[in-house]
């Protein structure tokens, strides 16, 4: 059960943050109808404190010693534990806040008061942004109930909920706009030596380390490093057994993609079968196989991916949140069309083929079965102004010659 007819709930904006003025004054006015502002920053050299409580933030110093904060996680826990709302809500500097038409923070308090007592967290859109372009956009789960979570992982931190239910809830009336990966060349070029930096000093520590390897695929994914890419994907693999460790379901659509670009086309299969395996209901991973089977002409392996895609792809539709707090880049109406697209193609030259197999075999048939069958054919093709070569067609109708595939 949940709270209906109690008070709304308390939020507290938790933020971690170092030498971001530019993004603050972006940020911070997005975040202007809740109860408490946590700051913690760790060291700016600009304006960001000053700004950050120009705009009413509780601002706490927390300086790393070093010349790269070496820990995320610790920091994000710590924004959290100076929060005293009933909720938290994590916010980066690099994004900002948007409530759709006929949403508020009111709204959002409201409907955390009324949600079940053991749902500890939930999940919102958000929109990854580059070059003022939407690239991707997934569920997000960033609405915690206080106390209920840790951070772990020097960075690509992420939430673990160490009391109730981990299974977040949805809520549609916010959207966060995500700006960090809209970067010059030098910035990127910096973000990637520091990321790059702090997961080899992971794996250093603790050789291990299944996530650091993932992260690191990503990073070297992104910037088209393949062949290094192809590297740690093999060792992700060699630690996996190991260990028996599988850290996101993403990586085998990751590697499959890596492969693609390296021309692998046996190490791609191998990789996305495995996925499938293991989630065959991975909007990505069917994208992923009808993909292929255009890329080897393999009409069966592209009608399965398009037909598991298409029906997936409604799923998603209507639940927001069926893939999980992950990247999803497939969940668009491009990729539905792409599946479609080929999907009609392949169905339609399989048709054409069928079609010269009947006529082959007509002819070996009684004349008068022969003739119902091809008058069949061409009033179904006459309904659609198409004609099929070498078939009797009633030429008195307006028809269009269509290419035999």
Same mark, same amino acid.
């Given at each position: 059960?949940?709270?209906?007819?109690?008070?709304?709930?308390?939020?507290?904006?938790?933020?971690?943050?170092?030498?971001?003025?530019?993004?603050?004054?972006?940020?911070?006015?997005?975040?202007?109808?809740?109860?408490?502002?946590?700051?913690?920053?760790?060291?700016?050299?600009?304006?960001?404190?000053? =700004?950050?409580?120009?705009?009413? %933030?509780?601002? +706490?110093?927390?300086?790393?010693?070093?010349?790269?904060?070496? /820990?995320? &996680?610790?920091?994000?826990n710590l924004s959290m534990g100076y929060a005293s709302g009933d909720w938290v809500f994590i916010i980066d500097a690099d994004e900002e806040l948007f409530f759709k038409e006929n949403s508020?923070?009111?709204?959002?308090?409201?409907?955390?008061?009324?949600?079940?007592?053991?749902?500890?967290?939930?999940?919102?859109?958000?929109?990854?942004?580059?070059?003022?372009?939407?690239?991707?956009?997934?569920?997000?789960?960033?609405?915690?109930?206080?106390?209920?979570?840790?951070?772990?992982?020097?960075?690509?931190?992420?939430?673990?909920? =160490?009391?109730?239910?981990?299974? %977040?809830?949805? +809520?549609?009336?916010?959207?966060?706009?995500?700006?960090?990966? /809209?970067? &010059?060349?030098?910035?990127?070029?910096?973000?990637?030596?520091?990321t790059e930096s702090l997961l080899l000093k992971r794996i250093q520590q603790n050789p291990d380390d299944i996530a650091a390897y993932f992260y690191l695929i990503q990073s070297y994914t992104a910037y088209g490093d393949y062949e290094k890419a192809a590297e740690y994907s093999e060792k992700y693999k060699k630690v996996s057994a190991k260990t028996g460790q599988k850290y996101n379901g993403s990586i085998y659509c990751t590697v499959f993609h890596i492969y693609r670009k390296i021309g692998d086309k046996q190490k791609a299969k191998d990789?996305?079968?495995?996925?499938?395996?293991?989630?065959?209901?991975?909007?990505?991973?069917?994208?992923?196989?009808?993909?292929?089977?255009?890329?080897?002409?393999?009409?069966n392996l592209l009608s399965k991916g398009a037909r598991g895609f298409i029906k997936t792809y409604s799923e998603y539709q209507k639940n927001p949140i069926a893939g999980g707090n992950k990247f999803v880049y497939s969940n668009s109406p491009e990729s539905l069309a792409y599946c479609l697209f080929h999907l009609t193609m392949a169905t339609f030259q399989e048709g054409c083929i069928l079609l010269d197999k009947l006529k082959e075999t007509l002819e070996k048939t009684e004349t008068e079965f022969k003739f119902g069958i091809t008058s069949d054919v061409n009033t179904i093709f006459g309904k659609f102004g198409l004609t099929k070569d070498d078939w009797d067609i009633d030429h008195n109708q307006p028809l269009k010659k269509v290419v035999n595939l």
């Open positions: 059960m949940g709270n209906t007819g109690q008070k709304p709930v308390t939020i507290s904006i938790c933020m971690m943050v170092k030498d971001e003025e530019s993004n603050l004054k972006r940020c911070l006015p997005s975040l202007k109808d809740f109860n408490e502002l946590i700051v913690v920053d760790t060291g700016s050299t600009d304006d960001t404190v000053s =700004i950050a409580k120009s705009f009413g %933030a509780k601002v +706490f110093d927390h300086p790393f010693d070093g010349p790269i904060i070496d /820990d995320f &996680s610790k920091y994000r508020s923070a009111s709204q959002l308090k409201k409907w955390l008061a009324d949600i079940p007592l053991d749902c500890m967290s939930a999940a919102v859109w958000l929109n990854d942004i580059q070059q003022n372009k939407k690239v991707m956009y997934f569920p997000s789960v960033r609405l915690f109930r206080r106390g209920s979570v840790k951070y772990d992982g020097i960075i690509h931190n992420a939430p673990k909920i =160490i009391n109730g239910k981990a299974e %977040a809830v949805f +809520f549609p009336g916010i959207y966060i706009q995500h700006y960090g990966y /809209d970067l &010059s060349p030098e910035m990127q070029a910096k973000k990637r030596e520091r990789w996305l079968l495995e996925g499938l395996t293991a989630y065959p209901e991975d909007l990505d991973l069917l994208m992923a196989l009808t993909e292929f089977g255009v890329w080897t002409a393999d009409v």
